[in-house]
């Protein structure tokens, strides 16, 4: 079973005179992983989708999707997958690969319809791509390590760098996860916001009853959403991205836009936050 949601893109006036509900609903992701089936959300942010694929029992395929208007989802767009469940595969392109927990999977634009299998919870990203990239499967010991962060300043972290041109080529998508240290709580400290690209992240690894308070808007009006285990938000161009964990987490930084330089940040100190 194939659902889509699809979110209009929010301007910063706008987002500014939303109330709780109102932010949850056009900023959450929630309940993308549903056994048995296939659920994405279509922004009209960079025309990015996510969602989540959730095998079971029986494989999932995932090929025409009628929001695109193209015989196949992947026809002039590009995909990266990443396992976040127990090991499974993903047949695309004539290849079936097998996805451990953390493995990141890359397919190119023209990779025709794409079978999710096994004890895999499948996070799925996707963006528009202007030509076709061969795909590669990416484990987290291939991935381009980054460690940032102090624990004074309860930022400890290490960045996992997998669709991100130090690792491989992609057209728009750039893709990694983030795991803070035991006693590190924040992420994305200090905050960035980059107009050119907007960007969508995934907390996981947390326990039920753990929230990520995590913080949107435009530096200088910043709102919040507390967020659960598997839930994502979206993040316009124009709104920082940070959170705090009450427990410990990680979280999936996906992006497409106008370049693929992950260092493309306009940073803003705490002290100039409102
Ligand atoms: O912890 C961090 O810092 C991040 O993971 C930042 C994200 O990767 C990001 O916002 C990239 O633009
Ligand atoms: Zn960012």
Redesign the pocket.
């Given at each position: 079973m194939l659902t889509v949601e699809t979110r209009q893109a929010v301007n910063p006036e706008y987002a500014k005179t939303l109330d709780t509900s109102g932010l949850r609903k056009h900023f959450l992701a929630q309940e993308m992983f549903k056994t048995g089936e296939i659920r994405l959300i279509y922004t009209h942010y960079d025309r990015f989708v996510i969602g989540g694929a959730v095998p079971g029992e029986k494989p999932l395929a995932l090929d025409k999707v009628e929001e695109t208007k193209t015989p196949s989802f992947l026809d002039r767009r590009e995909m990266g997958i990443v396992n976040i469940g127990e090991t499974g595969t993903v047949a695309a392109g004539g290849q079936v690969y097998t996805l451990n927990r953390g493995d990141v999977l890359y397919l190119g634009a023209g990779t025709g319809s794409v079978t999710f299998a096994g004890g895999g919870r499948f996070y799925i990203t996707s963006c528009p791509a202007h030509r076709s990239l061969p795909a590669r499967l990416i484990t987290a010991s291939e991935s381009k390590e980054v460690k940032?962060g102090a624990s004074e300043t309860s930022n400890k972290?290490t960045?996992n760098q997998f669709i991100h041109p130090l690792v491989m080529e992609s057209c728009q998508l750039v893709l990694?996860y983030?795991t803070l240290e035991d006693g590190s709580v924040w992420?994305?400290i200090p905050s960035?916001i980059?107009d050119r690209r907007m960007?969508a992240y995934l907390y996981f690894g947390m326990d039920e009853k753990s929230r990520v308070l995590h913080l949107m808007g435009e530096p200088q009006e910043t709102r919040h959403l507390f967020i659960s285990n598997e839930e994502g938000a979206l993040s316009p161009p124009w709104s920082i991205?940070s959170g705090a964990g009450i427990g410990s987490y990680t979280?999936i930084?996906a992006?497409a836009g106008d370049n693929v330089d992950?260092t493309d940040?306009d940073f803003i100190q705490p002290e100039d936050l409102k």
């Open positions: 940032m972290r960045i990694g983030t992420n994305t960035h980059h960007e991205h979280f930084w992006m992950y940040m």
